[in-house]
């Protein structure tokens, strides 16, 4: 096996940890010996031994002077877990090799610093775009500390996610809808407007044994959830936000959803509208790192337009339903010029079922630049 062979089993591995670590990175580790594996681990859970710890765990034999493949720069603080710099030179570990360099002003090179003062060889960077790729969430959110916001719907060949009467189950098909379900499992959290569920009465839950439902997030500018929706009914099985902007007469309903479990945030901008802006940077100190927007319309517009989303998810179905009337993703105003267009570059396209599903990355500004500059 090559370098490339270990560190791919090494992202392997981090993904196993997919939906379980946040609000921390997904994270693999492979100690090699003599041309073989003697110990391999990943970071499984939020609270619970890192990648390389559990690595060492698991050793076969001594590893001193084996090498140790990891997707993210060790840790070298105290948090939940001691720091994995100590038990790497523990074992007398004499090669670490790094895919992605962590952001974490905790780290950010303090690791690597501290191994190579201790004598270790260490090499960075290697294979880090595929490293990189593991833990988009994680270093918006350690940078940031707001929620990294991914915009899904389903829609068909002609752009439409639902018919002029507002029907629109369903577009996809099972595997696409079932891929949704895991979806929800990735992101710590989900949002839709007031309209979603007034129109649908979702739960917003995951329905596949063994995967972790988000905590849910409604945006309801004048608090008008009914009390008898499925989302109020299940808001202590099922951790819940609402977040409202008129404070006018909700002052009694406020206390009722309250007492049935509802957390409710005041986030009014100018116009007693939720300030999406000011609401991500509270779910952010509430320790939400991820979001899955699945809104309709007119949330779409005001997130996109808020600047807080960073990647969209849409699946597109093989169908046509038209008309002028009909639904579509994005709703709002509007823009005049092809030139006022959000940008985005894709990341990845791939078939589900009889589905496409497309990957796109939000570009700011200077990234906008920086592809042009390219072309």
Known sequence: MTDQDYMKRAIELAKKGEGWTNPNPMVGAVIVKDGRIIGEGYHARCGELHAERNAIASLTESAEGAT?????EPCCHYGKTPPC?????????KKVVIGSRDPNPKVAGKGAKILRDAGVTVVEDFMRDKCDELNPIFFHYITTKTPYVVMKYAMTLD???????????WITQEAARREVQYMRHRYMGIMVGIGTVLADDPMLNV?????????????????????????VKSAREYRTIVAYADPENV?????ILQTMGVETVFCPDMKK?????????????????????????????SALRAGVVQEVQAFIAPKIFGGTGSRTPVD???????????VLKFKDICQIGEDLKITCQVLRKEQEESCLQEL
């Open 207 to 231: 329905r596949v044994e063994g995967l972790k439902s988000p905590v849910r997030i409604i945006c309801d500018s004048k608090l008008r959830i009914p009390l008898d929706s499925q989302i």
């Open 251 to 255: 002052e009694k309903k406020k206390e």
């Open 68 to 72: 140790l493949y990891v997707t993210l």
């Open 273 to 301: 509208h939720v300030n999406l802006k000011h609401l991500m940077e509270h779910l952010g100190k509430e320790n939400i790192d991820s979001i899955l927007l699945e809104g309709g319309g007119t949330l779409n517009d």
């Open 332 to 342: 709002g105003i509007g823009i005049e010029l092809p030139s006022e267009a959000a």
């Open 159 to 169: 752009g439409k996610i639902a018919t002029k009467t507002g029907a629109s189950k």
């Open 85 to 93: 710099t100590e038990a790497i030179l523990e074992q007398k570990i």
